[in-house]
């Protein structure tokens, strides 16, 4: 179990930097809901992800948008469920 919460916690930062990275604002609802599904088999509660993706996104001084929109959303094996994979597009970052 160790290991896998090591590397859900991996998941997080690589899915916050890649976010980031590739112009987009970090959506905390939507990115939590997409990690929480890739990791169901940790039966781990959204808030706890939720959480997680906030202080890492804390920790390196990145914008955050708190859209609880993930509610209902499909986060089947074939697609996110969101438009853009739990990111919106932040004018202020390009």
């Given at each position: 179990m160790t290991?896998?919460?090591?590397?859900?916690?991996?998941?997080?930062?690589?899915?916050?930097?890649?976010?980031?990275?590739s112009g987009w604002m970090v959506n905390v609802s939507l990115i939590a809901e997409k990690l929480r599904h890739r990791h169901?088999?940790?039966?781990?509660?959204?808030?706890?992800v939720e959480v997680m993706v906030m202080q890492c996104a804390q920790r390196r001084?990145?914008?955050?948008?708190f859209d609880g929109s993930a509610n209902g959303a499909d986060f089947s094996a074939q697609g996110t469920g969101a438009?853009?994979?739990?990111?919106?597009?932040?004018?202020?970052?390009r």
């Amino acid at each position: 179990m160790t290991t896998d919460l090591s590397e859900l916690h991996k998941d997080v930062a690589t899915t916050v930097d890649e976010t980031v990275s590739s112009g987009w604002m970090v959506n905390v609802s939507l990115i939590a809901e997409k990690l929480r599904h890739r990791h169901e088999h940790l039966n781990i509660a959204l808030e706890d992800v939720e959480v997680m993706v906030m202080q890492c996104a804390q920790r390196r001084q990145f914008p955050m948008e708190f859209d609880g929109s993930a509610n209902g959303a499909d986060f089947s094996a074939q697609g996110t469920g969101a438009e853009n994979g739990g990111q919106v597009r932040s004018g202020a970052l390009r």
